[in-house]
Antibody
């Protein structure tokens, strides 16, 4: 059974940093590209970032470019999102999702003073 | 960016009703379209991919159709457990984009 479990969310002040993790199991992690998608409270879904299976190809949404960094460790079956210079409007539930359309449970990031 | 226009924004229907949700892409997406179901406080769940292929374990009351830029999700006989928000999503581009969602409620 495919499982994606995010962690690392929490409350952070504006300008602060957080590192999210996504632990994958039940599939050959390194064979799949991965994405981060977020959902602000009461809002729709917004794609954040993409990383290819080997980690070579990376893309970001304009809203996070230069502040967020996606990475992966295929030996540890893990995906990461380093988030710096956080803003109020980065407050959201962050999901990892595979290109096989499996989604994690999400982790809540709250940016507030 | 590929824009996804989904309608209606909300539906209030009776148990047993047939439900149809439409989604239009701003350009052709080669049928790289997913329908997602999201219940309150839960993660999205993929129901249909490649516009019309049912994900494993998803009941056959859900079906998808369409091609090019116009797509449809149909729920053949709505049950209380189908109350949720449904999103279309394109994955033709690495930059996934989503419709704004259709909230389906039971009358």
């Amino acid at each position: 059974e495919v499982q994606l479990v995010e962690s690392g969310g929490g409350l952070v002040q504006p300008g602060g940093s957080l590192r999210l993790s996504c632990a994958a199991s039940g599939f050959t992690f390194g064979s799949y590209s991965m994405n981060w998608v977020r959902q602000a409270p009461g809002k729709g879904l917004e794609w954040v970032s993409y990383i290819s299976g080997g980690g070579v190809t990376i893309y970001y949404a304009d809203s996070v470019k230069g502040r967020f960094t996606i990475s992966r460790d295929n030996a540890k079956n893990s995906l990461y999102l380093q988030m710096n210079s956080l803003r109020d409007n980065d407050t959201a539930v962050y999901y990892c999702a595979s290109t096989n359309m499996d989604w994690g449970l999400g982790t809540l990031v709250t940016v507030s003073s | 960016d590929i824009q996804m226009t989904q309608s209606p924004a909300s539906l209030s229907v009776s148990v047993g009703d047939r439900v149809t949700i439409t989604c239009r892409a701003s350009q052709g997406i080669n049928n790289f379209l997913v329908w997602l179901q999201q219940k309150p406080g839960k993660a999205p769940k993929s129901l249909i991919y490649a516009a019309s292929t049912l994900q494993s374990g998803v009941p056959s009351k859900f079906s998808g159709s369409g091609s090019g830029t116009d797509f449809t999700l149909t729920i053949s006989s709505l049950q209380p457990e189908d109350s949720a928000t449904y999103y279309c999503q394109q994955y033709n581009s690495y930059q996934w984009t989503f419709g704004h969602g259709t909230k389906v409620e039971i009358k």
